[in-house]
């Protein structure tokens, strides 16, 4: 059974049908027993009359009795019986003799009271019978003379239980359709926005555009609650899908830059005969442009695996402040030529639990920005200390500081405080992202503080090694 909303009409019908025919079922309950009451006390009442109404001289019915007792209109029977259960008289409308039985008989010699019994005749009818003796004083102590007998068929009880049967079944089954009619309408008007919004969300599936969103209903049921989680889905999916695309063209664009450098350098090289000396020179160029494109997609790689969770291949124990001096050593020679003092402030190790060479390029990076956009003359200091029960590691220059505008851009992909300047020094603006992707990747945290004309300070900061 798939849809819901069957669901819905189905169990809510068969509830109602349930406990309806409940209540049908304890009320023909009651009513049976009201009814055999009510036929018992009319028997009695009846009996009793009649046991006042015959006398011991003439023991037979009156035929203003069997007017007042209502044979006829109510089906009763009526007899009076002597002690031994011979009949002395009876209606009408009783063909075959009530018995008299031997409860009946006790009942009246014991305690001179009526006794009611369903009884079956020879011919198979079932009676109710209540008798009554008829009693008289003789030598001053009470003696039955006889039985008056009272009777109605248990077909008229049964008939009207029928009745009551087959009007409770009918009440069952309208209170039924009547549940399922309403549980019909009103699951169609429950189910509107769910199938608004399923079919929404069909439509944004099939356009393609992300920009869709679905209708959020006023009551804040679950519905509302449903279609808010989708949007904010959505919000995210348009998100990363525009983050995506832009990623895409930009790389495209930083990728083409190079390519067209050197197309037109060698197209310009092949145009006519040109002495050795000049090949070489344009070759040297031409090396220089495939560096940059070689380490713009190594960058672009990187990030590529860092967004598929693939950043770190091993986690070992390091130590923050032997990686300052390695990457010390190994940027000495660009620090050295742009004129650059390179300070390392790393007395004690710092033990960090991560991937080494991944730590080394965090560190390389923001080393070689510092070295990239500070002028000859100024320091960069490597720092490497343990802080509140972190490690801390911070690359500070005294270069030219970037403006705070920039700041909250700073590690978002190709982003570049001054894109002309930094194209000629050859970044692509790649450096901060994949130093943020790593060092998210290591749970840590980066940040940055600068004061333009003073200086910038990259701090990491890492959980130390448990
Ligand atoms: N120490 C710094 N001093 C001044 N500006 C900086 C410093 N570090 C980064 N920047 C600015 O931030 C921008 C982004 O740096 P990022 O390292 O992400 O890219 P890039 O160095 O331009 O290129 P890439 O690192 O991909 O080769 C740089 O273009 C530069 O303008
Ligand atoms: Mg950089």
Redesign the pocket.
């Known amino acids: 059974m798939k849809s819901f909303r069957i669901r819905i009409v189905l169990g809510f019908t068969l509830l109602t049908a349930l406990l309806s025919a409940l209540v049908a079922a304890w009320v023909y309950q009651s009513s049976a027993e009201l009814l055999r009451d009510d036929t018992d006390r009319l028997l009695r009442d009846r009996a009793y009359v009649l046991s006042k109404s015959v006398t011991p001289m003439a023991m037979r019915l009156q035929p203003w009795m069997e007017a007042f007792l209502e044979t006829d209109k109510t089906g009763l029977r009526v007899q009076v019986v002597d002690p031994e259960g011979a009949v002395l008289t009876q209606s009408a409308n009783l063909t075959e003799a009530l018995p008299l039985s031997q409860q009946a008989r006790d009942a009246a010699t014991t305690n001179m009271s009526s006794f009611t019994e369903t009884l079956r005749l020879k011919d198979g009818t079932m009676m109710r019978v209540t008798s009554v003796p008829v009693s008289t004083y003789r030598d001053s102590k009470s003696a039955v003379i006889g039985f008056a007998q009272v009777a109605l068929p248990e077909s008229v009880r049964h008939a009207r239980l029928d009745s009551l049967m087959a009007r409770l079944l009918g009440v069952v089954m309208a209170s039924a359709v009547v549940a399922w009619l309403l549980a019909n309408v009103l699951s169609k008007a429950w189910l509107r926005s769910v199938d608004a919004a399923a079919e929404s969300a069909h439509r944004i599936g099939l356009g393609g555009t992300l920009r869709e969103r679905l209708f959020v209903p006023k009551d804040e049921d679950e519905v509302a609650r449903l279609a808010r989680a989708f949007n904010e889905l959505l919000d995210k999916l348009e998100s990363a899908h525009g983050t995506q695309q832009r990623f895409l063209a930009d790389a495209s664009h930083e990728l083409r830059t190079p390519l067209t450098v050197l197309r037109g350098e060698i197209e310009v090289a092949l145009r006519r005969e040109r002495p050795a000396e000049e090949y070489r020179e344009v070759l040297e160029s031409s090396r220089e442009e495939i560096e940059r494109l070689a380490?713009l997609t190594e960058?672009l790689l990187s990030l590529a695996r860092s967004d598929a969770g693939e950043g770190l291949v091993t986690s070992e124990s390091v130590d923050l402040a032997e990686l300052c001096g390695r990457v010390c050593d190994s940027t000495s020679a660009a620090a050295l030529e742009k004129r650059i003092h390179l300070v390392v402030d790393a007395p004690e190790p710092v033990f960090v639990n991560g991937d080494a060479c991944a730590l080394e390029r965090v560190c390389l990076?923001l080393v070689e920005?510092?070295i990239?956009?500070?002028p000859a003359g100024e320091s960069v200091t490597l720092r490497a200390v343990t802080e509140d029960d972190e490690a801390v590691l911070s690359v500070s220059?005294t270069?030219?500081?970037?403006g705070p505008e920039h700041l909250p851009h700073?590690f978002e992909r190709f982003?570049?405080?001054?894109k002309a300047r930094?194209r000629e020094?050859?970044?692509?603006?790649?450096?901060?992202?994949i130093v943020e992707a790593l060092v998210k990747a290591h749970g840590g945290s980066v940040a940055v503080s600068s004061i333009v004309g003073r200086g910038?300070t990259f701090t990491v900061r890492l959980p130390l090694r448990a």
């Open positions: 380490r960058n990076n920005n510092a990239r956009y500070s220059d270069g030219p500081g970037i700073l982003y570049r405080v001054d930094s020094h050859g970044g692509a603006g790649l450096g901060l992202a910038t």
